[in-house]
Every structure is written in structure tokens, then in C-alpha cells.
């Protein structure tokens, strides 16, 4: 059973920084493809940040230079660095993968989500 934790989330005032953590098990974790979307009020999901396993990093427009995607292949966890926060980067945040399971097939996976919010 492939399982995403997310850790990290809270209440920020703009400017501020808040790191999002993912522990992923359950999966053959170095070869999946890792990543972070979110999702705001009324809203569709979108993605934030994908760190693929075997090549370059993609950002959201909106967070670019902002945001740092970074993962660890010892630990098996993911984690979003978020710098310099602003009001439209509330919502929650889900962590996804997209790789194996042990014994099974290739498949989407999600975590619970973890809700970020930016306000004075």
C-alpha cells in the first residue's frame, strides 16, 4: 500500500517561508516521478513543482524563483522550500507520485493534503 505523508503546513504572514515535507512508502521510490500540487477555494488543482527521477525540475510559473523541489532518495521524502510567500499561494497542498508500487503497476498516488495559509 503506497502511502504519502505531508508535513509542514500552517499559517504564514506574507514574506514568510514555511517547508513542506513528503514521506512516501510503499513505492520504488527513486524511480518515481515526485511532486507537489495545490489546490485553492474554488479552484482547480494545479501543480507547483515536479522533480522527476531522472531529470530536470519544473515550476509553476507563479512560484518560480520562490519555490525550491528537492528529494532524497535515501529517506524517501520530497520536500517544497517556499520563500517568499504571498496571499495567492493559500490553499492546500497535496504531494503526488507517479511510480510503482511494490509488486504492482505504475499509478498516481496522492497524499492528504496539507493546508497553507498566507495572511496578516
Known amino acids: 500500500q503506497v502511502q504519502l505523508v505531508e508535513s509542514g503546513g500552517g499559517l504564514v504572514q506574507p514574506g514568510g517561508s514555511l517547508r513542506l515535507s513528503c514521506a512516501a512508502s510503499g513505492i520504488i521510490f527513486s524511480t518515481a516521478d515526485m511532486g507537489w500540487y495545490r489546490q485553492a477555494p474554488g479552484k482547480r488543482r494545479e501543480a507547483v513543482a515536479i522533480?522527476?527521477?531522472?531529470?530536470?525540475?519544473n515550476y509553476a510559473d507563479s512560484v518560480k524563483g520562490r519555490f525550491t523541489i528537492s528529494r532524497d532518495n535515501a529517506k524517501n521524502t520530497v520536500t517544497l522550500q517556499m520563500n517568499s510567500l504571498k496571499p495567492e499561494d493559500t490553499a492546500v497542498y497535496y504531494c503526488?507520485?507517479?511510480?510503482?508500487?511494490?509488486?504492482?503497476?505504475?499509478?498516481?498516488?496522492w497524499g492528504q493534503g496539507t493546508q497553507v495559509t498566507v495572511s496578516s
Open positions: 503526488y507520485a507517479n511510480g510503482r508500487a511494490f509488486g504492482g503497476t505504475i499509478s498516481a498516488y
Open positions: 522533480i522527476p527521477s531522472e531529470s530536470d525540475t
